[in-house]
């Protein structure tokens, strides 16, 4: 099976394993972080199969959807991937990619360093702000029914990693203990740049937001 045999059928695989998925964590999602990992590698030194085949399954069982369990995705990618007849050597490493890359609080850092992985959580962190990121973050929080904002629940900037985890603040406080550090955060030199215009998008919309909130404009 050639590289682009092995793309398709990975997509294939996603697109029905996702298929009812929550809007934020959907194909279209999955679609989005695959297609900034291209664009990201065009400036990079990279595996273009480990980067693909890593976007493409980095979501394919996110913990939030499977009561916080960080293994069902991780497990379900190798056990996808061994069906790909790939070497044993690329398994573990994509495998090890999608173990690290989601954000798991302010405090938490991976130790992982490739530069694959340094690509692909790049454009995973591009999905999670800007315009998109700003959609995503209400979907996800109508999704599990919690406040848009409530000036007495202040933003938690200490949380570990179980206490992110657990969180069930509004909205807003999400910008403020994720999406805003994560320009700060981006390993290639791409993803920075992209970030610094998205970024100060989320910074006008907070703004505006506040504004309305008081009743100014």
């Not at 682009?4 to 990975?10: D, P």
Request: aromatic share 10%; net charge negative; proline share 2%.
């Amino acid at each position: 099976m050639n590289s682009n045999e092995i793309i398709n059928q990975t997509i294939l695989f996603v697109k029905e394993t996702l298929k009812n998925a929550e809007g934020g964590h959907d194909w279209f999602h999955i679609e989005r972080v695959y297609k900034n990992s291209i664009l990201i590698s065009k400036s990079e030194t990279a595996d273009q199969t480990v980067v693909q085949l890593a976007a493409l399954l980095h979501d394919i069982a996110d913990s939030k959807f499977h009561n916080g369990d960080e293994s069902i995705g991780p497990k379900t990618a190798r056990n996808f991937l061994q069906t790909l007849s790939l070497e044993h050597e690329m398994i573990n490493h994509i495998v090890e990619i999608i173990e690290n890359i989601s954000f798991k609080g302010g405090n938490f850092e991976t130790q992982l360093n490739s530069i694959e992985f340094n690509i692909v959580q790049d454009a995973d962190r591009l999905d999670a702000i800007g315009a998109i990121g700003i959609a995503r973050c209400f979907n996800y929080g109508g999704f599990k029914n919690r406040e848009i904002y409530n000036p007495n629940i202040p933003p938690d900037l200490k949380m570990d990693k179980e206490t992110y985890k657990k969180s069930t603040a509004p909205s807003i406080n999400h910008f403020y203990e994720k999406l805003l550090l994560l320009k700060d955060k981006m390993h290639t030199n791409t993803g920075k740049k992209i970030a610094q215009q998205r970024h100060q998008f989320m910074e006008d919309y907070l703004q505006q937001f506040y504004a309305e909130w008081e009743g100014k404009i």
